[in-house]
């Protein structure tokens, strides 16, 4: 069980990562610049595997510490509640299997008057990967940090018929956001199955986030508008738009090759 005492500690330890030194994707390397022209310091050649899980790190880790923030401003006592999912041998993860699973667990919070307030992260069991090899299908299953008062126990997902495609495990978690991190490093060896989200996050108040989604964005483009109220977005059919003035401009990035996947820089940041 956890107090808004026994969490300072955890919160001063999890704070959310600054912008880098340098503006530029999520995840890059580059070419020896000792031996290039400035042009090809511009060119980053993008890991796709790793900067989709870096993006996934940041935003399970700033959903759980926001909504502990959010928990001791209103004084409130509450304990993490850890849920795991694991699939029964043969049953191959969905899209839906963990949208709907959420649901029932919100819609149980709601009969209970509390508000649902979670992280989750998807993991690949690596170990049972490499022992059956394609035969163990995708191999994923899924981590789920749920914030509840202290006097209320959480059903078992399996039991309940919320997860009826293999086995669920709760345990309490004092301190739920190292907690929850520790898993955002495992299971990154081997791809996810095309389509599978990795993590999400729900019951955050608007202002918790459009913070959660700032962080989210390239450090350029929050160097460029550090206002986490701006508000700005990806549009759609490319470039970048900001909703608190309407504002458009193009990628600062522009594809080169897939093959790697390569992009050169187009426009400088005023970060």
Request: aromatic letters at 12%.
């Amino acid at each position: 069980m956890s107090t808004i005492a026994e969490n300072q500690e955890s919160l001063n330890n999890s704070q959310p990562e600054g912008p880098p030194p340098a503006s530029g994707f999520i995840s890059y390397s580059t070419s020896d610049t000792a031996t290039h022209d400035k042009a090809s310091s511009d060119t980053f050649i993008i890991n796709s595997r790793e900067s989709r899980i870096k993006s996934m790190k940041k935003g399970v880790h700033n959903g759980a510490r926001l909504h502990e923030q959010e928990l001791n401003n209103l004084g409130q006592s509450y304990q993490g509640v850890f849920v795991t999912l694991t699939y029964a041998p043969g049953v191959n993860w969905e899209p839906r299997h963990i949208s709907d699973c959420l649901k029932n667990m919100r819609s149980w919070c709601g009969r209970q008057g509390v508000k649902f307030r979670y992280v989750w992260v998807a993991e690949i069991q690596e170990k049972r990967k490499l022992r059956f090899g394609e035969g163990a299908g995708h191999c994923v299953h899924y981590h789920i940090m749920i914030w509840l008062p202290q006097t209320l126990k959480l059903p078992m997902p399996d039991e309940q018929g919320w997860w009826p495609h293999g086995m669920t495990k709760t345990e309490r978690a004092r301190y739920p956001v190292p907690y929850l991190i520790k898993y955002t490093s495992k299971g990154t060896q081997f791809d996810f199955p095309p389509g599978c989200r990795l993590h999400g996050c729900g019951g955050l108040s608007l202002i918790s986030r459009l913070e959660r989604a700032w962080w989210s964005l390239p450090a350029c483009i929050r160097g460029m508008y550090p206002d986490k109220e701006d508000k700005v977005r990806r549009s759609k059919g490319g470039g970048w738009y900001v909703h608190s003035t309407g504002e458009w401009f193009p990628a600062l990035f522009k594809i080169i090759s897939y093959f790697p996947l390569t992009v050169v820089r187009v426009q400088a940041s005023t970060a």
